[in-house]
């Protein structure tokens, strides 16, 4: 499932910027959702993650100034991001896991990352 990152840019620290990620084709059984960033030289990390129900979890660097949200009809995720930070920089990815089976199995899909940056 193709996913189309858009939103990124650069920003001075206390501003805002809001990420958008699309399943770019028809996809079905979509449960878990999340957002993910790698700043540089650092690793991976999970910023933030919604279920299908509406349940959502975030990292503790961006409680209280990051919010996650989904349109379930559109298949598309959404990070609202605010008062930025210098450490907030990095590529951000999404991921959208997709129900394989009656039985659990999943995989996930990733999207291409979309770069963040916040100057001082």
């Known amino acids: 499932v193709p996913l189309q990152a858009s939103g990124g840019g650069s920003v001075q620290a206390g501003g805002s910027l809001k990420l958008s990620c699309a399943a770019t084709g028809t996809v079905f059984n979509i449960i878990g959702m999340s957002w993910f960033r790698q700043a540089p030289g650092k690793e991976r990390e999970l910023v933030a993650s919604i279920t299908n129900s509406g349940s959502t979890n975030y990292g503790d660097s961006v409680k209280g100034r990051f919010t996650i949200s989904r349109d379930n009809a559109k298949n598309t995720l959404y990070l609202q991001m605010s008062s930025l930070k210098p450490e907030d920089t990095g590529v951000y990815y999404c991921?959208?896991?997709?129900?394989?089976?009656?039985?659990?199995?999943?995989?996930?899909?990733w999207g291409q990352g979309t770069l963040v940056t916040v100057s001082s």
């Open positions: 991921v959208f896991g997709r129900l394989l089976s009656p039985d659990g199995a999943s995989t996930n899909y």
